[in-house]
């Protein structure tokens, strides 16, 4: 009898570890959010005929924005798939770490939310003996505004009323300014719970640019990497916000595409002012990145982003991330893996993997310039 | 000092041989040599740590156009830099207190019933089963707190407020879900239980067997001799037990990184969401920082390590005085 119990228990606990480690499975599954684990295998098979390995070798190591994981995470897979024996270690840290990283020379290439600051670039004259650091915009990506508001499936929003909310001056979903962007929605009488951020972070500069551009009036902060407006509630990284969202009626925040997509997050409509408003998708943002035009001088292929196009379908609300490098003095043992690399990712294949993955491609106009550079690095 | 004059004379006398433990062999003067290089190392470790910090401290401090003991702000990476430590130092202070204020009579509960009220058979697996919190890894504790303590303390916020709005404290002006200090209060006040339990228990069962005895001879009852004899004698180990415990909470990181809904406001009313700690913050802002963003969280740091040293340094006072107390039973 004693006995019985006993096995029961162990049973039991067994049952319980059993069911409690398939749960942590599944959590680190649902993590993942580029969604193409299942595909993948074909896409490398495909693509492995036109990845030239010409000159890379050995160990590249990388490192930098989290933005661009899910798209460094692809291109890393391929591009080792096709090339034997190179392997590349892309630390997703954040843009900050990766450009302390860049200018400690530590790294291969350094990616990054937002284009190199005029001292950083200052400081890249160390490592780039004979040249600087220079931005090539690799990745797009839609900012996806999440809400979560029971009863309500589609909301349009556009860039002032936005700003209202998440500078806490719109309080209630209910509000007048929202209602009238959203005929025919009933809109419940509850308050907004608005999340941004809680570290410094590139989206939200972007966030902060988009704001500022296209709702001078209401949005009064600088664009920096840290949150500006008081009021509203804080979460670390866009998985961190987006997990809030999800949990918390009457919510609203923002984080990159994939992570909406991933966590089920209805995303909001932009009316930009044009005819209709604009889905948060990746055609829709590059789109918008197709207006942007090139700040940088020389080699620099900085971009400035046109957040106030009107274009039919443009989502106005985009980030581009740079891949950091050197011009000119690249160390003579990545070079070769740096470039046939970046070739890669700027090529035609490389930059269609990233719809998967919920980013957008850089239009083929600037695209065409960060071919070109990168063949020249040297 | 005495052992380097004891060096110079060879044939040490055996009251100094006594005291340095040297017997003049080969074994012993290496030992004594590792140990002391091992002695000296430590502090030139510790000292080179220390020089690193407040250097980099100070550049960061220099540079920052706001004052840094009360600029409601931490922007480091602006221009101009401007960043301040009053939200850090008021939000590590509050939550502090709240869990304190939970936690020690809870701990003193069950210190006071381990070593007096319960049966020895469950006596000792309570006690276990208290000092087992203590080996539950902090980011844990952060999870459980954001995932069950959060939801389940909105309830009880809406009570507090609706009952007790009326103390200012436990107003609740804002909506929002309760990622508030008063909740990191609660989740400090679980992981410092362990430390508080155990050393109030230890103090507890140090009272003097007599003293019991002679109460409940006189016709004490139970609770009288507690309040009579054990709580009195127990005093400032309990103290000293809180303070340790005020210790961990200070610096405590990922919990209060997992839980809070970080903002750099000061507000008294500990039910909203927002405020920060100093240990917080450097895990938040950390990883985006730029060269000068981390000497700033160093120096933020650095007035975090001087908070903790106070508390620690006033923990050992009221224990040293302690010893001499017992001493005088034993």
């Known amino acids: ?378 | 000092m005495a052992s380097t004059t004891q060096l110079d004379i060879p044939p040490a006398p055996p009251a100094r041989r006594g005291r340095t433990g040297s017997t003049g062999r080969a074994g012993d003067k290496i030992f004594l040599g590792l140990s002391r290089g091992s002695g000296i190392l430590l502090l030139l470790i510790m000292a080179s740590i220390a020089v690193f910090l407040s250097y980099r401290a100070a550049t960061a401090i220099s540079e920052d156009e706001g004052n840094f003991f009360t600029t409601f702000d931490w922007n480091p990476a602006g221009d101009p830099p401007v960043f301040g430590i009053a939200v850090l130092l008021f939000g590590t202070v509050v939550s502090s207190i709240i869990a304190m204020v939970i936690a020690v009579p809870i701990a003193v509960g069950i210190a006071l019933f381990i070593s007096h009220y319960a049966p020895r058979k469950l006596a000792a697996p309570l006690a276990y089963v208290v000092d087992l919190l203590a080996a539950v890894p902090s980011i844990v504790y952060g999870i459980w707190g954001a995932l069950v303590l959060v939801p389940y303390l909105e309830g009880l916020n809406l009570w507090l407020d609706q009952f007790f709005g009326w103390t200012y404290i436990f107003e609740k002006t804002e909506v929002g879900v309760a990622r508030s200090l008063f909740t990191v209060g609660i989740l400090l006040a679980i992981m410092i239980l362990p430390i508080v339990t155990s050393v109030s228990r230890e103090v507890f069962l140090q009272v003097p067997k007599m003293n019991e005895e002679a109460a409940l001879a006189l016709g004490a009852t139970r609770w009288e001799v507690i309040r009579l004899s054990v709580l009195p004698f127990g005093r400032s180990g309990i103290i000293s037990a809180s303070m340790l415990g005020l210790g961990r909470a200070l610096g405590e990181t990922m919990a209060v990184a997992t839980v809070l809904s970080p903002s750099f406001l000061i507000s008294l009313h500990v039910l909203n969401p927002g405020g920060g700690t100093f240990a917080q913050n450097i895990a938040a802002k950390f990883g985006e920082a730029d060269a000068f963003g981390r000497d700033a969280l160093i120096a933020s740091g650095l007035v975090l390590f001087v908070l903790t040293l106070l508390v620690n340094g006033a923990a050992r006072l009221i224990i040293a005085r302690r010893k001499e107390y017992s001493g005088a039973n034993a």
């Open chain 1, 1 to 378: 009898m004693k006995l019985q119990r006993k096995n029961r228990l162990r049973a039991t606990a067994l049952g319980a570890l059993a069911v409690s480690g398939a749960l942590v499975l599944t959590a680190c599954g649902s993590d993942d959010n580029t969604g193409t684990d299942t595909d993948g295998g074909n896409k490398t098979s495909a693509a492995a005929s036109n990845i030239k390995c010409d000159g890379a070798k050995g160990q590249l190591r990388a490192s930098g924005s989290s933005a661009q994981k899910n798209a460094m995470d692809l291109w890393v897979k391929n591009y080792m798939a096709a090339c034997s024996g190179v392997e590349i270690n892309y630390n997703s840290s954040s843009s900050g770490e990766g450009i302390v990283a860049f200018n400690q020379g530590t790294v291969g290439f350094a990616g990054s939310d937002s284009a190199l600051k005029p001292e950083e670039v200052a400081d890249s004259k160390k490592i780039c003996k004979t040249g600087q650091g220079i931005n090539l915009p690799m990745v797009g990506g839609p900012i996806a505004i999440g809400f979560h508001l029971e009863g309500v499936d589609s909301l349009t929003l556009d860039a002032s009323t936005l700003a209202k909310i998440f500078d806490t001056k719109i309080k209630k979903w209910n509000d007048p300014a929202i209602a009238a962007l959203n005929k025919g929605v009933e809109l419940p009488n509850k308050a907004i719970q608005p999340f941004h951020r809680s570290e410094d972070s590139g989206t939200t500069q972007n966030l902060g640019k988009y704001l500022g551009a296209a709702a001078a009036d209401d949005w009064k902060y600088e664009a920096e990497k840290k949150w500006p407006a008081p009021g509203g509630q804080a979460a670390s990284g866009s998985s961190g916000v987006a997990s809030q969202v999800k949990t918390v009626d009457g919510s609203i925040g923002y984080f990159e595409l994939s992570y909406a997509a991933s966590q089920g997050i209805t995303t909001v409509d932009i009316n930009t002012g044009g005819a209709a408003p604009v889905k948060a998708t990746s055609e829709n943002a590059s789109k918008a990145i197709a207006a942007a035009k090139i700040k940088g001088t020389g080699k620099d292929l900085a971009l400035d982003l046109d957040y106030t196009t009107k274009a039919e379908g443009a989502y106005p609300l985009v980030l581009v991330t740079y891949e950091v490098v050197c011009d000119a003095g690249n160390k003579a043992d990545t070079l070769g893996t740096v470039k046939s690399f970046l070739t890669y990712a700027a090529s035609d294949e490389g930059q269609k993997v990233l719809t998967e993955a919920g980013y957008a491609p850089i239009p083929a106009e600037i695209n065409t310039k960060v071919r070109e550079t990168i063949s020249a690095l040297s």
